[in-house]
């Protein structure tokens, strides 16, 4: 059993930064795949970026690559995903989920997931 629990969202200017966090319980992560995913009103839940917990890989989709980085800390069983140059259409809810699937894409591989924090960019 994992329980996630999300924090750092809020609402900035575009241009702007925000960090969110995941803090994950649980026995062992060291099998989980770890990943953000985002749903902006009125559209399907899409995913944004995943990271394997050794750390050793990470994978974004295009609309955030360079802008977005996903990390981990092992000590805190937390993940971050830094958030820089923050467009208006980053405007969503973003959730974090942990599974152990190979599709880091695919919401079906996340068997866990946090209850979303609200990231709002005004242009």
């Known amino acids: 059993q994992v329980q996630l629990v999300e924090s750092g969202g809020g609402s900035v200017q575009a241009g702007g930064s925000l960090r969110l966090s995941c803090a994950a319980s649980?026995?062992?992560?060291?099998?989980?795949?770890m990943g953000w995913f985002r749903q902006a009103p009125g559209k399907e839940r899409e995913f944004v970026t995943a990271i394997r917990w050794s750390g050793d890989w990470t994978y974004y989709v295009d609309s955030v690559k360079g802008r977005f980085t996903i990390s981990r800390d092992n000590a805190k069983n937390t993940v971050y995903l830094q958030m820089n140059s923050l467009k208006p259409e980053d405007t969503a809810t973003y959730y974090c989920a942990a599974g152990i699937g190979m599709d880091a894409r695919s919401m079906a591989n996340y068997g866990y997931w946090g209850q979303g924090t609200q990231v709002i960019v005004s242009s």
């Open positions: 649980a026995r062992t992560l060291s099998s989980y795949l």
